[in-house]
């Protein structure tokens, strides 16, 4: 099964940029990666998805080496309102499945002031 | 607001009862799942419908007995539950069951057995 490894939690501050790395070391030819956001008593949100070098949008950037064994979520400018847990997800490569995304633990971010 | 709405958003039940968890999606779309999360535990996928078709079933016991009667809306109707099945239930919704397409999630029932 393809595997997600986040590290389980990181600690920042209002206005810095946040950087966390995912390893996805059996990612399939074509899987895109697709990271999510979920807050406290809610369903995860999505934020980016990409499939190799840099995706941008107003939320975030999404870093992907050409070896796409792994890949950064940045948040330039974080703010208290960012605290929360990121998933980092790509499919599963050896299943005929369309669906099974493979969800971690994900990475619980916590903005201090 | 992610055009996913999930009724009720707390629901306590004892083992014996029988309930219903109701999802809506507004989004047009043709593929509804239920997820659930437990406490420090990944998010797990129940059942995946397609066009009011149920397309998965992940080993899930027949306690949970999901239901589409159109695009729309999805159910998952609850019988003589365990306290280990307390969790947050997710419904999500895409336009199709594509492993890289966005799911819109609702906000989650947060089920309690006692």
């Known amino acids: 099964l393809a595997k997600t490894t986040q590290p389980i939690s990181m600690d920042s501050y209002e206005g810095q940029e946040v950087n966390i790395t995912c390893s996805h070391n059996n990612i399939a030819t074509n899987d895109y990666i697709t990271w999510y956001q979920q807050f406290p008593s809610q369903g995860p949100r999505f934020i980016i998805q990409?499939?190799?070098?840099?995706v941008t949008n107003e939320v975030a950037s999404l870093f992907i080496p050409a070896d796409r064994k792994s890949s950064t979520l940045s948040l330039p400018r974080v703010s208290l309102s960012d605290t929360a847990v990121y998933y980092c997800?790509?499919?599963?490569?050896?299943?005929?499945?369309?669906?099974?995304?493979?969800w971690g633990a994900g990475t619980k971010l916590i903005i201090k002031p | 607001e992610t055009g996913v709405t999930q009724t009720p958003r707390h629901l306590v039940m004892g083992m014996t009862n029988k309930k219903s968890l109701k999802c809506e999606q507004h989004?047009?779309?043709?593929?509804m799942y239920w997820y659930k999360q437990s406490a420090k535990k990944p998010l797990e996928l129940m059942f995946v419908?397609?066009?009011?078709?149920?397309?998965e079933n992940n080993s899930v016991p027949s306690r949970f007995s999901p239901e589409c009667p159109n695009s729309s809306h999805l159910f998952l109707h609850l019988h003589t539950l365990q306290p280990e099945d307390s969790a947050l239930y997710l419904c999500?919704?895409?336009?199709?069951?594509?492993?890289?397409?966005?799911?819109?999630f609702g906000q989650g029932t947060r089920l309690t057995v006692v």
């Open positions: 999500a919704s895409s336009q199709d069951t594509g492993r890289d397409t966005e799911a819109f």
């Open positions: 990409g499939y190799k070098t840099k």
């Open positions: 989004l047009g779309h043709n593929a």
């Open positions: 419908y397609s066009l009011e078709e149920r397309v």
């Open positions: 997800l790509v499919g599963d490569g050896l299943a005929d499945s369309n669906y099974q995304l493979i």
